[in-house]
Nanobody
């Protein structure tokens, strides 16, 4: 049984930092593209960062590029997201997901099979 579990969310002031973690079990972690998604109330889900199974390729949307860094440790079956210079508009539920597709130009939710329950990130102004 595949399990994906996020952690590390919380409340932070604008300009601050948070580090999210995501642990996946029940799958061959290093065979999967991993992605971070977020959804704010009343908005569509956004796939803002993905990393290829090897870790050699990453993708970011313009909304987070230069502020967020995705990384993975395949030996620990763990995905990370370092978030710096946080803004109030980063407030959302953050989800981790695993999939077998790497596109390189987008992180589409339809490409991901396994999802975590999410961790809330709230950035106060």
């Amino acid at each position: 049984q595949v399990q994906v579990v996020e952690s590390g969310g919380g409340l932070v002031q604008a300009g601050g930092s948070l580090r999210l973690s995501c642990t996946a079990s029940g799958l061959n972690f290093d065979d999967y593209t991993m992605g971070w998604f977020r959804q704010a109330p009343g908005k569509e889900r956004e796939g803002f960062s993905c990393i290829k199974w090897s870790g050699a390729r990453t993708y970011y949307t313009d909304s987070v590029k230069g502020r967020f860094t995705i990384s993975r440790d395949n030996a620990k079956n763990t995905l990370y997201l370092q978030m710096n210079s946080l803004k109030p508009e980063d407030t959302a539920m953050y989800y981790c997901a695993a999939g077998r597709v790497w596109r390189g130009y987008a992180c589409g939710g339809e490409d991901f099979s396994y999802w975590g329950q999410g961790t809330q990130v709230t950035v106060s102004s």
